[in-house]
């Protein structure tokens, strides 16, 4: 960060006898453009040390069984929300059965992770949805570099795992924040930086889903479906 008070009219041209003429240069005030690295640190520890949000789904899981009002919010609680009942499955079969209920008696069902959001999307007064125990990792195969897991895994124990495995691997490209859900993460085109990656959903092969009226659906890239293929798409 550095201020240039004087404009180029404020110099001279650096001109030469024989007529080339060098690139004008400004002045660099060291003192402002340190002052400004250090107040952008202190914005940056400040908004994620006292704004950042990261809820408990568990407990507020628990809070909902016991028939509380529970309220959700995203990170940095610009958005929140209170549902009619906060669920946090344990398996697929209380999955499917939360999703038929809900589809049974038209309520509205979304799915939340970290809150980590910048839109409302996750927001509903119906049945909001946490995956957190959907958790683990199926597979990790070396060899296609290819691993298989639970869509509420959250990227840093993903990370952690994939780092300690033998041999050593790691996610591609990840966004800012570990604290998110995998399957949150993809939804919501979470992407780091370069001009050679694409974002975190483009690595994915093949998912499992489940849709709204509780039918698991099957798709991959690879799949001789063009119509499934083309989910990735």
């Known amino acids: 960060l550095a201020f240039f008070p004087q404009t180029m009219a404020d110099h001279d041209d650096h001109g ?20 400004g690295l250090v107040l952008a640190f202190v914005a940056y520890f400040l908004c994620h040390s006292f704004v950042y949000v990261e809820n408990d789904p568990t407990a507020v899981a628990e809070a909902s069984a016991r028939g509380e009002r529970v309220k959700w919010s995203s990170f940095d609680q610009f958005y929140t929300q209170s549902p009619s009942v906060f669920k946090q499955p344990a398996d697929h079969a209380e999955l499917l059965t939360i999703l038929k209920d809900a589809a049974r008696d038209n309520h509205t069902v979304k799915v939340v992770g970290a809150g980590h959001s910048w839109a409302p999307i996750g927001l509903t007064d119906g049945v909001m949805l946490n995956l957190d125990k959907f958790n683990h990792i199926i597979s990790i195969d070396a060899a296609t570099k290819r691993v298989t897991v639970q ?20 996610l591609r490209n990840t966004g800012v ?57």
């Open 151 to 170: 869509a509420g895994i959250r990227i840093r124990d993903l990370s952690a795992a994939l780092a300690v495995h033998d041999p050593p691997l790691a």
């Open 177 to 233: 924040l570990n604290r998110q859900s995998l399957a949150g993460a993809l939804a919501t085109g979470t992407h780091g930086t370069g001009i050679n990656y694409q974002i975190m959903s483009a690595d994915v092969v093949a998912l499992e889903m489940v849709t709204a009226a509780g039918e698991v659906l099957r798709v991959s890239r690879e799949d001789s479906d063009l119509a499934r293929r083309e989910v990735f798409e």
């Open 16 to 35: 030469h006898d024989d007529g080339h003429r060098e690139p004008p240069s400004f002045p660099i005030q060291e003192k402002s453009a340190i002052w």
